[in-house]
C-alpha cells in the first residue's frame, strides 16, 4: 500500500497515512481541522548491494556478437608479423 504525505495549509503541520489506492483522500488536519493538500514526495526506495553491473544479466551468445579469441589473435599476430620489415634472402655463398 502507498504511503501518502499530506500538509496542513493553516498549520503546516505535515504528516502521512498508508492508504490503498481506492481509499479517499484526507481531507482535515487530524491537529486544527483546517484542509490539507497532498504534498508530493520522492519514493522511499534503498538500494542495498554492490550494484548493477553489465555481467548480472544473462550473456548473449559471443559467437555471434564478438570474436572468438583466436581469430582475433590471429588478426593481432598478422599485424605484428606486417610491421616488422622482411629480412632479405641471402644466397649462399660459394667456396
Same mark, same amino acid.
Given at each position: 500500500m502507498p504511503l501518502y504525505e499530506y500538509e496542513c *495549509?493553516?498549520?503546516?503541520?505535515?504528516? #502521512?497515512?498508508?492508504?490503498?489506492?481506492?481509499?479517499p483522500h484526507v481531507k482535515k488536519c487530524p491537529d486544527c481541522g483546517s484542509p490539507v493538500e497532498q504534498v508530493l514526495s520522492a519514493p522511499a526506495v534503498q538500494?542495498?548491494?554492490s550494484g548493477w553491473y553489465v555481467t548480472d544479466y544473462a550473456k548473449k551468445s559471443s559467437a555471434s556478437? #564478438?570474436?572468438s *579469441?583466436?581469430?582475433? *589473435?590471429?588478426?593481432?599476430e598478422g599485424a605484428? *608479423?606486417?610491421e616488422t620489415p622482411a629480412k632479405s634472402e641471402k644466397s649462399p655463398e660459394k667456396k
Open positions: *495549509k493553516k498549520c503546516h503541520h505535515r504528516f #502521512e497515512k498508508i492508504q490503498k489506492f481506492s481509499d538500494f542495498k548491494g556478437s #564478438e570474436p *579469441k583466436k581469430e582475433s *589473435k590471429a588478426k593481432t605484428a *608479423k606486417s
